[in-house]
Each structure stands twice: as C-alpha cells, then as structure tokens.
C-alpha cells in the first residue's frame, strides 16, 4: 500500500474498525472494512436490488450491473452470463427470445429473421434470401431483375412467358418494343403486308377485313380504280374522290370531260360514259 501504520492505528477509513488481521479493501488509496466497502461503493443488482458483494460476480452492461444468478433472460429465464443478448425497453432477452418477440417476420415462410440474416424487402413486404423466389419457376432472384403482379414476385423471363404480350403474327412473347395494330400487338419484324410480307413499322399502310396492306398491294387487290386515270384510289393520306352509279374519281380527275372544268360540288350530265358539265352538255346538243 506504499503506506505503513502502527498495529493499532491500521483501522477502516470509514469506521475506525482495526484492520489488523483482517480482510481489507483499498479505495481512494484508503482502507475499508469489507461491510462499509460495500456500503459505499459496490454496486446495486438491478433485478435484485440487492448489494453485489466483494466476493461475488458483477456483470454489468450499459451502467447497469446484476449478480451472474439475476443476469436472466426477461422472457424465459435463462442464464444470460456468456450468451448473446439484446435489450428491449431496458430489458434483457437471449437471443431466441428476442427474435420470436420482436424481429422481423418473412411473408413467404412466416419465420424470423435471425441476426446476421439477410433480408428482402419490397413495397413492406420481407423476404429470407431463400424465400426470395420467382412465383413461377421458384428460383432464388437473389439481386436479379424481379416484377411484382398480384400479390407475387417474378423474374423477367417467367413474367414475359406469363403475362407478356404476344405477337398476333407468330404468338411469340413481345419483351420489348412491338407495334398495336387495332389493339394488337405484333412484333416488328412481324408487322409486314399480308401479300409482299414488305414490313410495314414505320411505313403507311391500310387494312381490309383487319389484316394489314402495304399501300401498293391495297391498291392493286381492293382499292377502288379512278375512271378518268385509270389510277387506284386508296385511303392512304385521307385522299378524297367522287362516287356516282359505281365508277370512282379522284376529286382531281372529277372534271368536265370537254371543258376539264371541275365539277366537285357542281351540277353533271353523264355523256358517252362520262361526265360532263351542263353548259358542255348544251353546247353539244345544239351542235348535233
């Protein structure tokens, strides 16, 4: 102690009871009897609230100390001297009990996440890594590509073959880009002429009875044929023509067949197969 007394003047700092002999404890380079060290410096259980003393075991965490006998789990009582733990509210569980009380739950299997678990989670749902599965093929997606539809996860290959467009041509699954034709989808490479296979993305097209025409194929199959020019009227561009007793004009060809005066919108005579104006028709009568 790096101090020396007299036999009779070694006593308790606290006291005065004489140590001589005796079990001693040093504090503040003073000596205590054991009964007054205890009074004045161990610490307190905090499950028991008794005296920890000098000749037992102090476990402490987190400025709180117990007897290794009241260092239990709150749930179930078992020993938590040497084992994993966590607190909750200020309260001591091992590491079984605080899962089951207080950790997470998987939604696919309903079992807890254990600590040092990994863990999924999507739109407030959790997921065990081997619980992240593809609802349809049941491989693990891991950090893959996933899509949600309801309720459950797939993977892209699985959602395309599932719930994928399919081209109305080959009825393949669309994965990415196509072309609606009349609520329809097709593939690129697949929207072509139903005559001349040309591919019609991109290009001006019409249709007869829902299947898709290049314009020059629509032409020469359906289109109706201007009786002036002899050309196709298709409805490529919204064109415009003149119908009378089932011939056909380009409203540019509908014209005064002696004069060429455009007769859109005017008064005609059919003459000889066509149509004249009725000044012309006049002029002709009093000729002949």
Known sequence: MNRDWHEGHFACFQCDLSLSGQRY??????????KCYETL???????????????????SYKDQHWHEKCFLCAECRCSLSGAEFASVDN????????DNKFAAICDACQQVFRAGMKKYEFEGKKWHEACFKCGSCHELIMD????????????EPCFAKNFGHRCKKCN???SKGGVTFKETPWHKECFTCTECTKNLAGEKFTSHEEKPFCVDCYGQLFAKKCHRC??????????????????????????????????VGQGFLMEE????????????????
């Open 172 to 174: 393949e699954v669309i």
């Open 91 to 98: 309260k001591l569980f091992c590491a079984d009990c605080h």
């Open 41 to 59: 410096f161990a610490n307190v259980c905090a499950e028991c609230k008794t005296v920890i003393g000098t000749g037992m075991k102090d476990l």
């Open 25 to 34: 404890i040093k504090s503040n380079d003073q000596p205590y009897c054991v």
């Open 144 to 155: 893959n590509s996933f899509i949600p539809r309801d309720g459950a996860i797939y993977c």
């Open 273 to 288: 197969g066509d149509i004249v104006c009725a000044q012309c028709s006049v002029e002709a009568q009093a000729v002949d």
């Open 230 to 263: 002899s050309a196709v009227i298709t409805g490529a561009g919204k064109t415009k023509f003149v119908t009378c007793d089932d011939q056909h004009w380009h409203t540019d060809c509908f014209k005064c067949r002696r004069c060429q005066k455009s007769l």
